[in-house]
């Protein structure tokens, strides 16, 4: 019976294998709304990508706290949309984005839970407990080169405050999720 058992076990990983079953494919999704980005971290997260590949300054201002950006162009002394879509720049044409996945950044997913609720409230000028969930999303972009699509994974530390969501910043680090 363990034999059986066993080869059924190894019959199915293969089948999966083979036509995909259990992996999630991800496919360009409806562009988000300035009115979407605060509902959920996986808007806030594609919001961001999608105002810099699109020149959309509402939609990137959407996503910090009111005045948060204002503060950091004066502090830095440049525009800091400018600043991210100069260094976003691509041969190809931006399709589009996605959603793929998320994890909560807490101890239990290895993740240094009060060190980047830290970081947000030093970088933010929140009180520590108005900092909520914290999440770091995997959103897929999509971009087309003359006859081709081809996609690569941007991974955005998204936060939660007083039932709205924004984001911290986009990390290059790839994860498994």
Not at 8 to 14: G, P
Not at 128 to 142: R, T, W
Not at 153 to 176: C, H, K, M, P
Request: include cysteine; charge should be negative; hydrophobic fraction near 40%.
């Amino acid at each position: 019976m363990r034999k059986l058992t066993v080869v059924l076990a190894a019959v199915m990983v293969m089948v999966m294998v083979f036509t995909g079953c259990g992996a999630k494919e991800v496919t360009v999704e409806a562009p988000v709304t300035v009115d979407q980005v605060h509902t959920e971290g996986k808007y806030a997260a594609r919001a961001f990508i999608e105002s810099l590949f699109k020149d959309d300054r509402a939609l990137f201002e959407a996503c910090y706290p009111e005045g948060f950006l204002n503060d950091l162009n004066a502090s830095a002394g440049v525009d800091v949309f400018e600043q991210y879509k100069s260094v976003m720049k691509v041969s190809g044409q931006f399709v589009g984005t996605g959603y793929a996945d998320y994890r909560e950044y807490t101890v239990a997913n290895g993740y240094d839970e009060a060190f980047i609720r830290s970081r947000i409230t030093n970088v933010t000028g929140l009180q520590y407990s108005q900092v909520g969930q914290v999440q770091l999303q995997k959103i897929k972009v999509f971009f087309q080169y003359d006859t081709e699509q081809v996609n690569t994974d941007f991974y955005i530390i998204v936060y939660e405050s007083q039932g709205a969501w924004y984001v911290l910043e986009s990390i290059n680090v790839e994860r498994t999720f």
